[in-house]
């Protein structure tokens, strides 16, 4: 059974700096991997999907890596703005599966 | 823009009550899903429709039900609601099973 860890739970960092948010997953076989942001009470907004066959996905200030065969994804966020205040969850997508982790919390001080 | 839209964003129903959640979309994809997220924890998948093909995930309870009358809209029916349904509903779309998913801004549900 595909189990998906995120963690921190929750982190604080000052404006300006680099982070990384890790994502680990149990199962290997995933066809892709998906990062999203959700604003409290709202929706999810897709930030990155990296295929299966690819190792990273770059969309400006946000870089997303995946090894497969050590289960893990992780999340690059570059020279950090209180506006990236949110959560960040992770979803593996699998044969029939989609699993999210329960997210990171991550808190911007300006 | 092409978009996934939820209606509507809140909605109050009484213990038991039936109620209907809509997702609509023009994105034209043929994959829709339906998701629960209560409160700090992960969306975890209710059921899916691939075209017309309704996929159940093993644990949803029975009280949920959905209907895709066609490509642009799908429904998610909760037969009795309970105290503990109380929750985010999240509607996604892909064009298919594995690709990127697109998710509406959700419905959130309070059960009196």
């Known amino acids: 059974k595909q189990e998906v860890t995120q963690i921190p739970a929750a982190l604080s960092v000052p404006e300006g700096e680099n982070l990384v948010l890790n994502c680990s997953f149990t199962?290997?076989?995933?066809?892709?991997l998906q990062w999203f942001r959700q604003d409290p009470g709202k929706g999810l907004t897709s930030l990155l999907l990296?295929?299966?066959?690819?190792r990273e996905q770059t969309s400006g200030r946000l870089n997303a890596s995946l090894d497969k065969s050590s289960g893990r994804s992780t999340l690059y966020i570059a020279a950090s703005q209180p506006g990236d205040s949110a959560t960040y969850l992770c979803?593996?997508?699998?044969?029939?599966?989609?699993?999210f982790g329960k997210g990171t919390r991550l808190h911007i001080l300006p | 823009d092409a978009m996934v839209i939820q209606n509507p964003r809140y909605q109050v129903t009484q213990f038991g009550k039936p109620v209907t959640l809509s997702c609509s979309q023009t994105l034209n994809h043929n994959v829709m899903y339906w998701y629960q997220q209560k409160s700090s924890q992960a969306p975890k998948l209710l059921f899916h429709y691939y075209d017309k093909d309704f996929n159940n995930e093993a644990d949803t309870p029975d009280n949920f039900q959905s209907r895709r009358p066609n490509t642009s809209f799908c429904f998610l029916d909760i037969r009795s609601p309970g105290l503990g349904d109380a929750a985010m509903y999240l509607c996604a779309t892909s064009s298919r099973v594995g690709n990127e998913q697109y998710f509406g801004p959700g419905t959130r549900l309070t059960v009196t």
């Open positions: 199962d290997s076989a995933i066809y892709n």
């Open positions: 990296i295929q299966s066959s690819q």
């Open positions: 979803a593996v997508i699998g044969d029939d599966k989609i699993i």
